[in-house]
């Protein structure tokens, strides 16, 4: 029998980093460019549960909004939530929390082979809910 897990009941934030962006998209745009130019501290990110990821069912892509001048806004994946931060964040999500994340800064640099993302992580849990673990 699936144990129950208490979700968190009051608003909460915590600091996390952003995992796996030394990799390519699946468009083939590299991660560490589109840091780069558009990453900067203080930029809300879009959160986007994956329950179809091959690699977790709790997987949260991390994207951030292009702005263009000429044509329509697009919205690009920087990385992943980490996956412990996932574990618990997902449950949050699929029960209609709302989570939210910003950057506080870069770390690295491009001379240096990679840049790194470290964010804060804002928490609303949904009122009262438990979900099921496995």
């Known amino acids: 029998m699936p144990r129950k897990k208490k979700l968190p009941d ?16 699946d468009d083939g745009s590299d991660r ?10 203080g930029l809300a990110l879009i959160l ?3 329950p ?3 690699y977790s069912e709790n997987a949260i892509g991390v994207w ?18 980490t996956s412990r931060a ?6 949050v ?9 910003k950057i506080t800064n870069l770390t690295g640099s491009r001379q240096h082979e990679s840049v790194g993302v470290n964010i804060e992580v804002s928490v609303d849990p949904p ?8």
């Open 127 to 134: 009122k009262m809910v438990s979900v099921d673990t496995r």
């Open 93 to 101: 999500m699929d029960a209609g929390g709302k989570v939210a994340a």
């Open 64 to 81: 951030v909004e292009v702005r263009h001048l000429l044509t329509a806004n697009a919205f690009v994946q920087i990385g992943y939530i």
């Open 48 to 50: 986007r549960r994956e």
């Open 10 to 25: 009051m608003p909460y934030e915590f600091f996390s980093k952003v995992a796996g962006v030394t990799f390519k998209n």
């Open 32 to 41: 560490q460019r589109l840091i780069v130019a558009h990453c900067k501290p």
């Open 86 to 91: 996932a574990d618990e964040l997902a449950p």
């Open 52 to 54: 179809k990821n091959p």
